[in-house]
């Protein structure tokens, strides 16, 4: 069964450094999604990226993310100079895009702590 | 914030019907009902989605009121691998921005 995976499972950072999460959304996806839980908090939408650009965002995604399909079937979310507070699980989603079915399939995320 | 009430936590019998409650008084006309679940940390799954109808898949059973205003989700035969947190989220078809409340914890119990 086809899944969305991510890379790192779990990153150690120091504050203000950056960080690169990666994913691999389900090959024939076209719509990609970030959403992050915080410990013990609800699961966030971050952004959602179609056709290369982004579709929507949240106030959560501020300057200091940003999102790229490098190569067609990556999909990365940038965090450039992290904070405590971005320490949470991230999860990448993906979904068919023609023909909604309601269905977003989601990755096993990567965890951040942000020391 | 999300849109819907759902009670904090419920136990079910191993093999029971876990019967999962949601309540969207505030739902428009053509907003759907989705269920999601998380079990554990991992990242949320689909269950079902319905706009008026009951329907129903390999998964659940989907059972909204004749006025929209309230839904169930039926797990026929629970087991354990179900312990999960159970979200019902209200939104647009073909808006995948889900807004996740806080969600039913339910713990099948053997």
């Known amino acids: 069964e086809p899944e969305v995976t991510q890379t790192p499972s779990h990153q150690v950072t120091q504050m203000g450094q950056e960080v690169i999460l990666r994913c691999v959304p389900i090959?024939?996806?076209?719509?990609f999604y970030w959403y992050r839980q915080i410990l013990g908090q609800k699961v966030e939408f971050l952004v959602s990226?179609?056709?290369?650009?982004?579709?929507?965002k949240s106030e959560i995604f501020d300057d200091q993310f940003s999102v790229e399909r490098p190569d067609g079937s990556n999909f990365t979310l940038k965090i450039r100079s992290t904070k405590l507070e971005d320490s949470a699980m991230y999860f990448c989603?993906?979904?068919?895009?023609?023909?909604?079915?309601?269905?977003?399939?989601f990755g096993e995320g990567s965890r951040l702590t942000v020391l | 914030d999300a849109k819907t009430t759902q009670p904090p936590s419920m136990d079910c019998a191993e093999g029971r019907a876990a019967n999962l409650p949601c309540n969207h008084s505030?739902?428009?006309?053509?907003?759907?009902v989705y269920w999601y679940r998380q079990i554990h940390s991992q990242g949320p799954q689909y269950i079902i989605h319905?706009?008026?109808n009951n329907e129903t898949n390999e998964m659940a059973s989907l059972i909204i009121t004749e006025d929209r205003k309230s839904s169930t989700l039926i797990l026929p035969h629970a087991t354990l691998r179900d312990t999960a947190v159970y979200y019902c989220?209200?939104?647009?078809?073909?808006?995948?921005?889900?807004?996740f409340g806080t969600g039913t914890r339910l713990t099948i119990i053997p």
């Open positions: 989603a993906s979904s068919e895009g023609k023909e909604w079915s309601g269905e977003l399939f």
């Open positions: 090959s024939n996806h076209l719509y």
């Open positions: 990226f179609y056709n290369n650009e982004i579709s929507e």
């Open positions: 505030t739902i428009s006309g053509n907003e759907y």
């Open positions: 319905g706009l008026k």
């Open positions: 989220i209200v939104g647009f078809f073909g808006n995948e921005k889900l807004t």
